[in-house]
């Protein structure tokens, strides 16, 4: 089982940027793959913790940059350029497969707010 810990959320006009973290704990973890999710269904971003390899739903390509840091244990998304559209409660999520569906994960982080002001 993973554990994991989000933090980073906040309020920020249209514009401006955020970065969440992640902190992730447990047996298996290293093995994992990290996904962010909004509103719990909505795919935002995933990256394999051991190649670093990544994915992006095509509503944040290039406005969002997922990150990890092998030290620290911790997964980051850098969201920048940020949208009205993009407020929701956003969740950190571990699953075993590199996947854009909230089902296969099954190791979720209690959420943070993030809120963007037009």
């Known amino acids: 089982q993973v554990q994991l810990v989000e933090s980073g959320g906040g309020l920020v006009q249209a514009g401006g940027s955020l970065r969440l973290s992640c902190a992730a704990s447990g047996r298996t973890f290293s093995r994992s793959r990290l996904g962010w999710f909004r509103q719990e269904r909505e795919f935002v971003a995933a990256i394999s913790w051991n190649?670093?390899?990544?994915y992006y739903a095509d509503s944040v390509k290039g406005r969002f940059t997922i990150s990890r840091d092998t030290a620290k244990n911790t997964v980051y998304l850098q969201m920048n350029s940020l949208k009205p559209e993009d407020t929701a409660v956003y969740y950190c999520?571990?699953?075993?497969?590199?996947?854009?569906?909230?089902?296969?994960?099954?190791?979720w982080g209690q959420g943070t707010q993030v809120t963007v002001s037009s």
């Open positions: 190649s670093g390899r990544t």
């Open positions: 999520a571990a699953s075993s497969r590199l996947s854009i569906d909230y089902r296969d994960y099954d190791s």
